[in-house]
Each structure stands twice: as C-alpha cells, then as structure tokens.
C-alpha cells in the first residue's frame, strides 16, 4: 500500500479546493492493513471532502476489470462507467446502460444503490465481493444484500467486485440507448463540474423542485452555484471552496423547510 498527496482538484468531480492525503489498495493482501474505522473513495463523484488531515484510501487500477463469466458480467470495483460502456457496446450485452454518463465506479455505484432513468443498480445485481472489518473478504449473494433509495447494507465495507445480470442485444442498440441516455442527462442536468445530486428526492416529490420553487435556482457563493438548470445540483468552479458548497446546502435546507416543512437529505456524502 503506497501513501500519496493528491490535489482535490483533481481528484473530486467538483474540484475542491486543497490536499488529501490517499493510501492506495494495490492488492487484496492490502485490506487486512485497513484500521477499524475507514473511509475508501470511488471516483469522488458523490463526495465533498471537509476534513482533508486524515487518511483516506482508493483502490487502484488494478480492481479496474470488467469480464463476461458464464451468465454473469463481472465488473471490479474501480471500473469507471464510461469505460465500462463501451465494453457493453463492444461486446453487444444489456446490462447497465441506465449509467451512462455518470461519473462513477462500479463500487461506488453499487454500495449507494446508484440509479436513474426508474432503474437501479440493485436490479442486476447478482453478488458483491466485499471486505469487511469483522469478517474479512465474503461474497455476498443478492439474498444476504438489501437495497433501498439510494442505500445499501455495505456500511463499514469496501465493494472489491460485483457481479450483474445481462442480456445479449444488437450493438446498435446499445449504442443508441447509451447515446440517448447521455443526451437526456445532458438536456436535464450536468455531467461536469459537480458531484451529481445534492438531495435524495422526499418521497412523492422531488428535491429540485423544492429547492427551485424556494426561489434558490441560480443562487451564488463565491466558488460554487446552484444550477439555473436543475436546483438539485451545485456547480463548482476550477478550485470549489467546500465552505462555500456546505452554505448553499444549508440554504437550500433552509428555505425548502420553511416553505415546505419538509427535511432535505443529502444525497451527497460529507467526510
């Protein structure tokens, strides 16, 4: 296990402002190194980092793997999406396309129930390899595994690798729908310069909307903006001061409350 300073920057997909210090998995010997208490990073796609003096860690490159075995497709945990696409389309399986366009991993995906489009990632799920602190490295079949918005039972453990349900489909078909899913995000929402939705969605009513008709739609502090496209996102700038984020989630919980008495949930994990 390497130890390494990496600008936020570069890491998240908001691009915070400062330092964290990241120890990297380089293999699964590494995970018995792991404390009790620990914090492991996908593609920081859904994270705002507040406190960069501890220790963190990422697994490398070396869990970026996706494979066809027998009735399953196999797909390592820092397998990003974008790549993880274009092995569907090249090898004309229906699977998870419903993620085109996110900016995440496999690992982060399935431990936050990631999804869109009215599916999740809990419907192709057919197993997890995990670590955890009180058992080691298990596979979980999808019995042991329980989903719910924008959830899962992995608390306190790290995704290694996952297991889906796919189909074999005409190429052209997955590569039109993959298109056509980038396009609508595209259209709705924000693929840069953000760590996706700010809010899980109440129930029977959705987080943007709220927070639009709270009258917070383009609203600006310093660094960061609440999209004039969609009020559930936050856009940063090249350096995001996390100060200036955390305010207008605030804001955002703030007036939605007062207007609406309704508790807004982030989505977004804050360590």
Avoid: W
């Amino acid at each position: 296990m390497i130890k390494k300073r990496i600008e936020l920057a570069k890491l998240t997909t908001i691009h915070l402002k400062g330092q964290v210090d990241i120890k990297i998995i380089e293999s699964l010997n590494d995970f018995s190194k792991l404390p009790e208490s620990f914090t492991i990073f996908g593609n920081c796609s859904n994270l705002l980092v507040k406190n960069s003096n501890r220790d963190f860690y990422k697994l490398s490159d070396k869990f970026s793997y996706v494979r066809v075995e027998e009735n399953t497709l196999v797909c390592g945990a820092s397998l990003k999406m974008s790549v993880l696409m274009r092995f569907l389309i090249e090898n004309s399986i229906s699977s998870l396309e419903f993620m085109a366009g996110v900016p995440a991993t496999i690992g982060g995906a399935v431990f936050m129930n990631a999804g869109a489009f009215f599916e999740s990632v809990a419907d192709k799920i057919l197993y997890v390899k995990v670590f955890c602190a009180s058992q080691g490295i298990v596979v979980l079949e999808k019995n042991r595994l329980h989903f719910g918005y924008r959830f899962s039972n992995l608390d306190n453990c790290v995704v290694i690798e996952s297991g889906f349900l796919y189909n074999r489909v005409d190429k052209n078909f997955i590569k039109e729908k993959i298109a056509n899913n980038i396009k609508t995000r595209l259209a709705k929402a924000h693929l840069t310069n953000t760590f996706g939705s700010v809010f899980k969605n109440p129930l029977g009513d959705y987080a943007g909307r709220l927070i639009e008709e709270s009258g917070l739609k383009g609203l600006v502090k310093n660094s960061a903006k609440i999209s004039d496209k969609h009020a559930n996102y936050i856009l940063g700038s090249k350096q995001t001061d996390i100060n200036d984020v955390l305010f207008l989630i605030g804001k955002a919980k703030e007036m939605v409350f007062k207007n609406f008495g309704i508790e807004l949930e982030e989505e977004v994990k804050i360590v």
